[in-house]
């Protein structure tokens, strides 16, 4: 693998140099796969995002897309091969068996790494949750692969290769990854980072049904039980349509609650950059950005955050984004729709005071209409 700054030409000696030329069993492999995420007969909504994504670079490379589902027996796999199809997806490949009725990392790997041997795609797209990004490790170790983990930014180059943007060098840096020389190519991105396709009402078409080569005795892990964490109270940031945040600019732990005022009148999900939760302002659970939650609301609004590249990545995707910080040359007035140069810890309480007026518990909802 080798990795470039997408922003200036390559050197001579770099990727330009190094001409793509799959070993023959390699150049088989077609066609673009998306891992559909099933945890407790639900899809995980980062499955249907990357649908949307890989739909575009099918029709790029003029392939089909194909959904993995892999499940327990039962109608919950099957309304997810259904939703595949909803989503996009050409045809869907499913492994059914007791074995996949909980996540246990030697079944799941195994049931990929078949299909993948056995049905021969070009690109892999899995999710970057807990459960994806311990699975494509796997796989991609098994297969000998490359993975290009927490993607910004999927492409196909003009040669047919998967460009993979992501963030490096500390969130200061995006590098584009290929890998040359080895399939599938894998990719994991992160929910929410790119746009939700449209849900369409279509009929379930081509399935192929494989079968698990394993046994119950081959598996170490055992699963006992489950128990449902119903105590803790999680921040919701990656699906909220509003977000107010608040960053080093408030200058201490206790300016935050203009912040947590401002996210109560609006009916709004509250968060902060990395430095609040470096200094243990915040927990890590509220931050945004590329080591955070990355978020796609309908209106964002960060205070005193400077809006570095890793705050940035995080946020891009927002519908609109009001930027409120002391220093007009701040990074992050680059990209906000609405940047307003003033004392944040003054206006805030000022804004929140107005739409506490204007707004009742009832019509809050407005604000995400």
């Given at each position: 693998m080798s990795s470039v700054n997408r922003e200036t030409p390559p050197a001579a000696g770099g990727r330009a140099g190094m001409k793509k030329d799959l070993p023959e069993h390699f150049q088989a492999y077609r066609h673009v796969w998306v891992f559909i995420e099933l945890e407790r007969g639900e899809v995980h909504p980062v499955s249907f995002e990357l649908l949307g994504e890989g739909r575009k670079l099918a029709d790029k490379l003029g392939v089909q897309l194909a959904g993995i589902v892999l499940g327990p027996p039962g109608?919950?796999?099957?309304?997810?091969?259904?939703?595949?199809?909803?989503?996009?997806?050409?045809?869907?490949?499913?492994?059914?068996?007791?074995?996949?009725?909980?996540?246990?990392?030697?079944?799941?790997?195994?049931?990929?790494?078949?299909?993948?041997?056995?049905?021969?795609?070009?690109?892999?797209?899995?999710?970057?949750?807990?459960?994806?990004?311990?699975?494509?490790?796997?796989?991609?170790?098994?297969?000998?692969?490359?993975?290009?983990?927490?993607?910004?930014?999927?492409?196909v180059d003009p040669d047919g290769s998967l460009a993979a943007t992501r963030p490096t060098f500390g969130g200061s840096l995006l590098c584009t990854i290929y890998t040359l020389n080895c399939r599938p190519q894998m990719a994991t991105v992160r929910p929410r980072v790119m746009a939700m396709p449209p849900r369409m009402d279509k009929p379930v078409g081509k399935v192929v049904q494989h079968k698990l080569s394993m046994l119950e005795d081959e598996i170490v892990t055992k699963v006992l039980g489950f128990l449902p964490d119903t105590q803790s109270v999680k921040a919701n940031l990656a699906y909220a349509d509003v977000v107010v945040a608040g960053g080093l600019g408030l200058g201490g732990a206790e300016n935050l609650q203009v912040v947590t005022k401002l996210a109560r009148a609006l009916g709004a999900e509250y968060g902060c950059s990395r430095p609040l939760v470096q200094k243990g302002w915040m927990p890590a659970e509220r931050q945004i950005g590329q080591t955070g939650k990355t978020i796609r609301p309908k209106l964002y609004i960060a205070a005193g955050i400077s809006g570095a590249i890793q705050h940035r990545v995080g946020i891009e995707g927002a519908d609109l984004i009001v930027a409120i910080n002391t220093d007009a040359n701040a990074p992050i007035f680059d990209f906000a729709h609405i940047g307003i140069a003033t004392d944040a810890i003054r206006f805030l309480p000022a804004l929140t005071e107005a739409f506490t007026r204007r707004l009742s518990p009832h019509n809050r909802d407005k604000l995400a209409s």
């Open positions: 109608e919950a796999s099957w309304h997810a091969v259904a939703q595949a199809f909803a989503y996009g997806a050409d045809l869907v490949y499913i492994v059914e068996t007791p074995l996949l009725a909980d996540y246990r990392n030697e079944p799941f790997t195994r049931a990929m790494t078949d299909l993948v041997n056995q049905y021969k795609p070009e690109i892999l797209l899995l999710g970057a949750t807990m459960r994806g990004r311990d699975l494509a490790g796997s796989v991609a170790t098994t297969l000998l692969t490359g993975l290009t983990a927490d993607c910004t930014q999927l492409d």
